[in-house]
């Protein structure tokens, strides 16, 4: 009798834990932000000060609502490492930067994955990142000019480095030829006008306004360094891959909205520049700024190719910024969200 006592004891206390964490679950399940594929915000966070990314067109034309994404704003990030730190750790859940950067994270096992390669990173529309030197110098001309000079990058790691050293290896030189300082992107106007630095690498419509003021002059540019193969991708957009694996369909929805939008922009350059106009005014800026935004040109899709990849951890390996064979192009990137993807 006593251990019918204690089976039915038992049963009993089993059939309550069940209950309990069958009602735990619904809990988990139906209430809170983002606790299920269908009920989560996907968050955005900005790369950098004064970027207009398809994130914030796809919400003013409503292409995220087409697909049945919430979608909201998470921030300033200040340059691409900042980016995939504030995914990988949480504060946001998607994000553009520059191969590079991905590049990096992949070697130090940072949870992320490229997801859309977006537009291209420069077009004969869109010179991409300029060098820029003062508009009175006229002693640096070519790239070995630039030896033991001073250049301020936004932030190391990123694009604005790698086009750099790209174009020093031009006149045979490395960054160990010059003097790298990072500064903010909102100060590069008065580190050239103090001759503080001798060259700053900016993108529009900071570099735009530079030139257009008097301050500064091109000396080269992202599509004139790489070339119109290299500069057709290398710019993607990025999630955390647990999220990533947590909810497949929010990300193929993600990287649907995204084709959709980039697509409308290339094919309405008018209309995208005033839809620029109104982001522009909802973030506090001055909407005239849009007259610096650049078409964009969606080369195959946004998917990315191996070869692009495989390019770019190479010339890292050969920098001797990352190990040989610490990385491979699957580690980075994934084209398999993109319903232009026909493996």
């Known amino acids: 009798m006593a251990t019918l006592r204690r089976s039915t004891k038992t049963v009993i206390a089993a059939i309550a834990a069940v209950i309990v964490v069958a009602i735990v679950a619904g809990v988990i399940l139906t209430t809170g932000k983002g606790k299920t594929e269908e009920d989560y915000t996907l968050r955005y966070i900005v790369n950098n000060y004064g970027d207009i990314v398809n994130f914030d067109i796809a919400l003013e034309k409503g292409f995220f609502d087409e697909e049945?994404?919430?979608?909201?704003?998470?921030?300033?990030?200040?340059?691409?490492?900042?980016?995939?730190?504030?995914?990988?750790?949480?504060?946001?859940?998607?994000?553009?930067?520059a191969i590079p950067a991905f590049i990096n994270a992949a070697a130090a096992g940072t949870p992320i994955k490229v997801i859309y390669g977006g537009p291209a990173i420069g077009s004969d529309q869109n010179p991409g990142y300029q060098l820029l030197i003062r508009a009175d110098d006229d002693t640096i001309k070519t790239p070995q000019d630039l030896k033991g000079k001073t250049i301020a990058l936004g932030a190391?790691?990123?694009?604005?480095?790698?086009?750099?050293?790209?174009?020093?290896?031009?006149?045979?030189?490395?960054?160990?030829?010059?003097?790298?300082?990072?500064?903010?992107?909102?100060?590069?106007?008065?580190?050239?006008?103090?001759?503080?630095?001798d060259l700053?690498?900016?993108?529009?419509?900071?570099?735009?306004?530079?030139?257009?003021?008097?301050?500064?002059k091109k000396l080269s540019d992202l599509y004139t360094v790489l070339g119109p193969e290299l500069a057709g991708s290398g710019w993607g957009y990025f999630i955390n891959s647990d999220?990533?694996?947590?909810?497949?369909?929010?990300?193929?929805?993600?990287?649907?909205?995204?084709?959709?939008?980039?697509?409308?922009?290339?094919?309405?350059p008018d209309e995208a520049r005033e839809v620029v106009k109104k982001i522009l005014t909802k973030h506090g800026q001055n909407p005239e700024l849009a007259k610096y935004w650049k078409p964009v040109k969606l080369v195959n899709y946004g998917l990315w190719p191996e070869s692009m990849v495989t390019y770019w951890i190479d010339f890292m390996v050969d920098n001797g910024i990352v190990k040989k064979d610490?990385?491979?192009?699957?580690?980075?990137?994934?084209?398999?969200y993109n319903p232009y993807d026909k493996k």
Not at 69 to 97: F, H, R, T, Y
Not at 164 to 181: E, P, S
Not at 200 to 207: E, F, K, L, T, W
Not at 326 to 336: G, L
């Open 68 to 97: 049945g994404l919430k979608v909201e704003e998470a921030g300033l990030a200040g340059g691409g490492s900042a980016a995939i730190q504030a995914i990988a750790g949480g504060q946001a859940d998607i994000c553009n930067a």
């Open 156 to 197: 190391k790691g990123a694009m604005f480095e790698f086009i750099t050293r790209q174009y020093l290896a031009k006149g045979g030189l490395t960054v160990d030829d010059v003097n790298i300082i990072v500064v903010p992107i909102a100060q590069h106007e008065q580190v050239l006008q103090s001759k503080q630095a």
């Open 200 to 216: 700053v690498v900016d993108g529009s419509p900071i570099a735009d306004q530079l030139i257009e003021n008097g301050t500064a």
């Open 243 to 268: 999220l990533m694996a947590k909810y497949p369909e929010t990300t193929k929805k993600l990287v649907a909205a995204l084709v959709k939008t980039d697509q409308w922009t290339e094919a309405h």
């Open 326 to 336: 610490a990385v491979k192009p699957s580690d980075i990137y994934t084209n398999e």
